[in-house]
């Protein structure tokens, strides 16, 4: 199927640093999701973005948190400052965006380690 | 507000037989999407098959198939003929209505063993 890639794999930084997550949605897809996952937890939605907008967000979707995709390159999530409870596995998705297409394609997902 | 339930933690089984996972769901729309994804070992989710609430017929996809039970609420999903690669954690998800930019309403997860 369809593939997001999300760079890099593993992040580890200390806490109070700023770290940037990186994903490559599949090329012609119009909506960009970003999705936290807590360690053997479900996923939890945290933004979605398009037309180079945030369209909406969750209440995990803290004022340290910002999204955007700057001339088409990597949607980005970026933390600053980062705190404890943001270690997590942070999910890309991407989507069409027509009713009958709207199905996410996620990538493989970025570990991120706040020490 | 949606809500997704899946009450079974874990499931084994042998190798070659059927599994059947439950999913139901709340919404106040009575437009809405359901899907079920896997997570593999290494973390990978991977999309495997979808349900339109407008669609009577059950959906299917290779080995996978739904269950569709509109008025249950219940969206369960089948694989037949298991193999081992199939072991992995199953989420159902929904999304209501025609906002494409809504997010994904996950489940817990049913964590699925095959055995050989």
């Known amino acids: 199927g369809p593939k997001v890639l999300q760079i890099p794999s593993h992040q580890i930084i200390d806490m109070g640093q700023m770290v940037t997550l990186n994903c490559d949605p599949v090329?012609?897809?119009?909506?960009f999701y970003w999705y936290k996952q807590i360690l053997g937890q479900q996923m939890e939605f945290l933004v979605n973005?398009?037309?180079?907008?945030?369209?909406?967000k969750s209440k995990l979707f803290k004022d340290q948190f910002s999204v955007e995709r700057p001339d088409g390159s990597y949607f980005t999530l970026k933390i600053q400052p980062t705190a404890l409870e943001d270690s997590a596995v942070y999910f890309c998705?991407?989507?069409?965006?027509?009713?009958?297409?709207?199905?996410?394609?996620f990538g493989a997902g970025t570990r991120l380690s706040v020490l | 507000a949606q809500k997704v339930t899946q009450t079974q933690t874990s499931i084994s089984v042998m190798e070659k037989t059927t599994v059947t996972m439950d999913c139901v769901y709340e919404?106040?729309?009575?437009?809405?999407?359901l899907f079920w994804y896997k997570q593999t070992a290494s973390g990978e989710i991977v999309f495997l098959i979808r349900?339109?609430?407008?669609?009577?017929e059950n959906a299917t996809v290779g080995h996978y198939s739904l269950n569709f039970q509109k008025p249950k609420s219940s969206i369960g999903l089948i694989i037949t003929a298991t193999q081992i690669e199939d072991s992995a954690v199953y989420f159902c998800?929904?999304?209501?209505?025609?906002?494409?930019?809504?997010?994904?309403?996950f489940g817990l997860g049913t964590r699925v063993s095959v055995f050989p």
């Open positions: 998705a991407s989507s069409p965006g027509l009713v009958s297409q709207n199905t996410l394609y």
């Open positions: 090329s012609n897809h119009l909506y």
């Open positions: 973005f398009y037309n180079g907008k945030v369209m909406e």
């Open positions: 919404t106040q729309d009575s437009s809405y999407f």
């Open positions: 349900q339109d609430s407008y669609k009577k």
């Open positions: 998800a929904m999304r209501e209505g025609d906002n494409y930019a809504q997010g994904l309403t």
